[in-house]
């Protein structure tokens, strides 16, 4: 028997290599059941919303331009 990675080593008496092996013969895989495609819908969103996709910019009376409320005097 020889090893293919070291040449020192020397062929045994009565060490032939085996007969190849007949492969199985092999066999198709089962059908796979068809999974149920999910249907994709639009969801509406609670606010308008401008091209980017953002929130419209609404000015709200109690607020000041920074987002402070504003404090009213009586």
Same mark, same amino acid.
């Not at 419209?56 to 920074?66: A, I, M, Q, S, Y």
């Given at each position: 028997?020889?090893?293919k990675?070291?040449?020192?080593?020397?062929?045994?008496?009565?060490?032939?290599?085996?007969?190849?092996?007949?492969?199985?013969?092999?066999?198709?895989p089962?059908?796979?059941?068809?999974?149920?495609?999910?249907?994709?819908?639009?969801?509406?969103?609670?606010?308008?919303t &401008?091209?980017t996709?953002?929130p419209?910019?609404?000015?709200?009376?109690?607020?000041?331009?920074?987002g402070?409320p504003?404090?009213?005097? &009586?």
């Open positions: 028997m020889r090893d990675k070291d040449n020192a080593t020397f062929d045994l008496p009565g060490f032939a290599p085996a007969a190849p092996l007949e492969p199985e013969a092999k066999r198709p089962p059908p796979r059941g068809k999974r149920a495609s999910l249907k994709q819908e639009q969801l509406e969103l609670l606010e308008p &401008d091209t996709g953002l419209v910019w609404v000015r709200d009376e109690n607020l000041d331009l920074t402070l504003v404090w009213k005097r &009586d």
